[in-house]
C-alpha cells in the first residue's frame, strides 16, 4: 500500500539543528581563540547535511570545514605553457603550509577539549561529543583554485573550492561545498522548497533500510545520495503531495540507463557523480539502493 502522506510528512522534517550549532559554536570559539599571527586568515563553516538543511533525525557527526586561506593551491600544471609562466611570474610561494596550519589547529583542539577528546584520522580530525556537543569531524583544508585558464587580464576563471591530504595516505582530496550548497539552494528555490524536504524523505527511507539490515550503511552515502536526486528534473519535485513527488522521482530514477547515469554530476557540478575515485559513487551500488529504494516504496 502507498506510504501514507502523515509518514511522508513526518520524513520530510528537518531534524534538530541546536545541538549542531552548539557543537559548530565550540569549535569556532576554540580555534579563533588561538594567538594567530596577523597573516593567518582561515574561515570556520559548516558543511554537510547539518549546514545543506538536509540532517534527519539520528543524524549526529557534524562536518565543521576550516579553510586556511593565507595560501591557495591550485591547478596551474594543467594550464598551457605560456598561461603557466604567467602564473608563476604573478604569484609567489605562500609563506605558510597546509600541514604547519593542520599542526597548530590539532595542538589548539587538544589544549581546549583535552587530548582523549581528539582523534586525527585520515581524512578529518574527530573531536568526541561531550557536554552538550556532538561528535564532530574537522576538517582542516586550503583553498583551491581550479582554473579554466589564466592570464594577467583575467585573475578569476576558476572555480574554488577546498583541498587537503589525507593523514594515512597522502590522498588529495578536492571538494567544492561553497558550490555544493549554492547549487542546492538555488535548486530547493526552483523547486517551491521541496527540494530538500524530498531529500530528507528519501534519507529517512535509507535509514529504515540499513536499520533492518536490507542494504549496509556504506551502500549509498548521503553526499551521493544527494548528488543523484540533483540531477532529477525540477519538474518532478514540484508535484502537490510528497507521495506524488517521491513516485515522479523514482519513476524518473528507475528509467535511467547505465549511460544515463554515467553523465550525472555532483550537486557542485565540478566532477561527475559515477566514477573510479573515492570520492565518486559507483554504479553497482546505485542500482543495488535503487531496487531496494522502489522495493520499499512499492510494499510499505
Known sequence: MPIPEAQLQTWSNQGATTSSATTYNSIK???????????????????????NSTNIRGDSDVDVVVEF????????????PQQLNDFNAYFSDGKYTLDSFKEAVIRRLKSYYGDAYVVVGNNSIKVLANSGRL???????????????????????YSKGIIFWTSET????????????????????????????TIRI????????VGSGKIGSSLAPSYFVEGLLYNIPDSDFQNNTHSSRVLALLNTFDSYSDTQLESLVCQNRQRYLFGNSKQQWNIVDCKVFRSYLIKFWNEF
Open 29 to 51: 570559539t576554540c580555534i579563533e581563540g588561538h594567538n594567530w599571527n596577523n597573516d593567518v586568515s582561515f574561515d570556520i563553516y559548516l558543511q554537510g547535511s547539518y549546514r
Open 69 to 80: 586561506n593565507s595560501v591557495f593551491y591550485s591547478n596551474k600544471d594543467e594550464l598551457a
Open 135 to 157: 561528535d564532530c569531524d574537522v576538517v582542516c583544508c586550503a583553498t583551491y583554485r581550479e582554473y579554466n585558464s589564466f592570464s594577467r587580464t583575467n585573475l578569476s576563471d
Open 170 to 197: 597522502n590522498q588529495k582530496v578536492i571538494n567544492f561545498p561553497k558550490l555544493h550548497f549554492d547549487n542546492g539552494a538555488s535548486k530547493n528555490q526552483n523547486c517551491n522548497s521541496n527540494y530538500k524536504q
Open 202 to 209: 528519501i534519507k529517512n527511507i535509507k535509514s529504515r533500510l
